[in-house]
């Protein structure tokens, strides 16, 4: 049968310099740009039926930092300082853990029937742009509260400008449009 593994390539030597095998079917991961941790999450290997799983791995020290069952969704980005990861969570909002707090997380935009299409990180790592049904929000990460709102039809990507004071975001039926954000 298949496993699922997670090879890292060395670009100077052109070929995988180490692997490692996961014990469940990954269905997406994300490498922090600033540690050595990785993000993974999938499904146990032939447990379709329950909860998807989240891993924190540390390549490193080569062990599993932090592990959680729920009902998570299929994207998942860390903050550009590295600290913290967000997934979106099925029919919710983004689930946002905090690497200095022991893996604490906290959920936002829970507001509507619909979970998070898509997300983004401010390049300061204090707020979070998510699209949901008909809505464009940001957060403040540190204190939960909601400081943008834009309803739009059908919200699709969302990325901030590298000066985090600019939202681009495509929805459906539209031309782009830029937001600003204070």
């Given at each position: 049968s298949l496993h699922d593994a997670l090879p890292i390539f060395n670009l100077?030597?052109?070929?995988?310099?180490?692997?490692?095998?996961?014990?469940?079917?990954?269905?997406?991961?994300?490498?922090?740009?600033?540690?050595?941790?990785?993000?993974?999450?999938?499904?146990?290997?032939?447990?379709?039926?329950?909860?998807?799983?989240l891993q924190i791995y540390d390549w490193k020290n080569k062990k599993v930092l932090f592990e959680e069952s729920s009902e998570l969704g299929n994207r998942l980005a860390w903050s550009p300082d590295g600290k913290l990861l967000a997934i979106n969570v099925r029919d919710s909002g983004?689930?946002?853990?905090?690497?200095?707090?022991?893996?604490?997380?906290?959920?936002?935009?829970?507001?509507?029937?619909?979970?998070?299409?898509?997300?983004?990180?401010?390049?300061?790592?204090?707020?979070?742009?998510?699209?949901?049904?008909?809505?464009?929000?940001?957060?403040?990460v540190k204190s939960g509260k909601q400081v943008f709102q834009k309803v739009l039809e059908n919200p699709r990507d969302v990325s901030w400008s590298a000066d985090g004071k600019t939202i681009l975001c495509r929805y459906c039926f539209n031309p782009d449009d830029y937001y600003k954000v204070n």
């Open positions: 100077k030597k052109k070929k995988s310099s180490d692997c490692k095998e996961l014990p469940f079917n990954a269905h997406g991961c994300d490498w922090s740009k600033s540690t050595d941790r990785i993000a993974i999450f999938g499904y146990r290997k032939d447990e379709f039926k329950s909860p998807p799983v983004v689930k946002i853990f905090d690497s200095e707090q022991d893996w604490k997380s906290v959920v936002f935009g829970e507001d509507s029937v619909r979970g998070v299409g898509f997300f983004a990180w401010s390049p300061d790592s204090t707020k979070i742009a998510l699209t949901k049904f008909k809505d464009l929000k940001v957060f403040d």
